[in-house]
């Protein structure tokens, strides 16, 4: 299976970005849906601890869409709470030879969370918290870039994408793309043809095509 994640702080805009991108993509993969991390509905597991290793297992020949995974948002949300129960170092390297497209959608320039907001644990986030979040997002996009980049693996992908850069959304689906058709290639017009338009107009995504 071939998985996008979705990895950011809170209002960065990961859960639109999804729908958007479910949207475009559903002509194509018809069996395509949205899968969010199941930590705030279920609470913790220690089998979340591998959950995207296993959502892709379990979905072979899929294209899937994840809003956060748990190897990622447990450890950066628990590291700013002081208990993190997982780290997402230890299945990284395996993420490094599995068709993975990760897309870190950064917070708002100046660190404002527009009101409060709860994490997993139901502890009250702001724009404090927020801005150590971004922080610890963006150390993370780093680590794992630098992981992709010197093993230098095909099927994975890692990309950062604003909200706020209106330049930011042709380079993202120029690089989801390419992504897509690598694993797909059958599938190349389709794909293409399916990205080739904005149709949100939540996001400050241009009209023409690319």
């Not at 609470?43 to 869409?65: A, K, M, T, V």
């Not at 527009?114 to 724009?127: K, Q, S, T, V």
């Not at 780093?142 to 604003?162: C, D, H, P």
């Amino acid at each position: 299976m071939a998985v996008i994640v979705l990895e950011g702080p809170d209002s960065s805009g990961k859960s639109t970005l999804s729908q958007v991108l479910l949207k475009d993509l559903s002509p194509v993969f018809q069996e395509l849906e949205i899968t969010r991390s199941p930590v705030k509905e279920n609470g913790w597991s220690p089998h979340y601890s591998h959950f995207l290793r296993d959502y892709e297992e379990l979905h072979q020949g899929q294209l899937g869409i994840l809003d956060r995974t748990p190897e990622i948002s447990e450890s950066i949300y628990g590291t700013l709470r002081g208990n993190a129960r997982t780290s997402f170092m230890y299945e990284a390297y395996g993420w490094m030879h599995t068709p993975i497209f990760m897309i870190f959608c950064q917070g708002h320039p100046e660190g404002f969370l527009h009101g409060i907001h709860r994490d997993a644990e139901d502890n009250a986030l702001g724009d404090p918290e927020l801005r150590v979040l971004t922080r610890l997002y963006d150390l993370t996009s780093k680590q794992i870039r630098m992981s992709w980049l010197r093993g230098g693996s095909a099927n994975f992908r890692t990309v950062e994408y604003s909200r706020y850069v209106r330049s930011g959304w042709i380079t993202l689906l120029w690089a989801l793309n390419e992504w897509l058709v690598m694993q797909y290639p059958e599938m190349e017009d389709e794909i293409s043809k399916a990205l080739s338009y904005s149709i949100d107009s939540a996001f400050p995504m241009p009209k023409e095509t690319f």
